[in-house]
């Protein structure tokens, strides 16, 4: 028996907000001081205008229509389904599937009607304490009690990434299993849900290293010409020159190579830097080697190799 061991993350998919942004990840915390939001006494989480401030909320979003509550499930098991390659657990259960499963055994009809969703949702809440704390952590409302606005809802999945010696490789494709499937269903998705989108601390953190490579490799890339340019403006040699850049070029490839292939360590901000620095040490050497080649008073290749080493 083959046993793979696996990295499990939660992933939120969000509705109620134009797109993904940075202040977003703090609309709900476990915080109730007023910068944030406060408590309600039904639970919840009453939103003040600061906590929205800069958030894209969409006006038409309504959780108590029950077009709106029939999606979110719809898309809850949608993303469960395994031919999805999501690989969610089944263990950690979305609010929306308790509010199914309670209608299912009380004999409500589900979707709940827009004129008792409130209600209803307040019932369960003192019935629930697992509904209770899905419900404070991924519901918003302008208001205190259930009956107010609702301004955005998300639920939150508990999803599993096989764990690998190849750094990031696998956390970058769940990312894009992901959006892959926010994108999917967005195109399906009701006037009144309007489109979804995710959120993941894990993602975010692979969207950084992911940058953090990007902008290595394209200020290497400008360095490499800025010192191609000033190695040629001061040797006056085209060949020199074109020596010396081949050198560190192939040094970097080695050295990134080296770091992620065989060392297996994930590409971040401290490697960046080293990363730079060899590569400006390197080039430095590279010069100096190479102009005391070309300058060495030798007719021949062996005396010009033993006049730049000793």
């Keep these: 028996t083959v046993f793979q061991l696996k990295e499990a993350f939660e992933v939120s998919i969000v509705w109620g907000i134009e797109s993904r942004a940075q202040t977003f990840s703090g609309l709900w915390t476990s915080e109730s001081d007023g910068s944030s939001g406060a408590s309600n006494p039904s639970g919840g989480r009453r939103l003040t205008d600061s906590a929205l401030e800069g958030v894209p909320l969409r006006p038409a979003f309504d959780l108590s229509e029950p077009d709106v509550q029939a999606w979110i499930w719809k898309v809850v098991r949608a993303a469960r389904d395994p031919s999805s390659g999501l690989n969610v657990r089944s263990d950690l259960k979305a609010w929306i599937e308790l509010i199914q499963e309670n209608a299912e055994k009380n004999g409500v009809p589900f979707p709940v009607p827009r004129e008792t969703f409130g209600g209803y949702v307040s019932l369960l809440m003192e019935n629930s304490n697992a509904f209770r704390r899905r419900y404070q952590d991924e519901l918003g409302s302008s208001g205190p009690g259930l009956g107010r606005e609702y301004r955005f809802a998300a639920v939150t999945l508990l999803a599993e990434v096989p764990v690998t010696s190849s750094g990031g490789g696998a956390e970058m494709e769940a ?100 990363v730079t620095i060899f590569v400006g040490l390197s080039a430095n050497y590279a010069l100096h080697v190479a102009h005391a080649y070309h300058h060495a008073p030798s007719s021949t290749r062996l005396g010009k190799i033993q006049l730049t080493v000793f």
């Design 175 to 274: 990312v894009r299993q992901w959006e892959s499937f926010i994108q999917k269903i967005n195109k399906d998705a009701p006037a009144s849900a309007g489109p979804a989108v995710v959120q993941s601390n894990a993602f975010e953190e692979v969207r950084r290293e992911d940058a953090i490579f990007s902008t290595t490799l394209a200020t290497w890339a400008v360095a490499n010409g800025v010192c191609l340019l000033i190695i040629l403006l001061f040797t006056r040699n085209v060949a020199l020159s074109l020596i010396v850049m081949v050198t560190v070029v192939l040094l970097a490839i080695c050295l990134v190579g080296f770091i992620l292939a065989v060392l297996a360590i994930e590409f971040g901000p401290i490697e960046a830097i080293g």
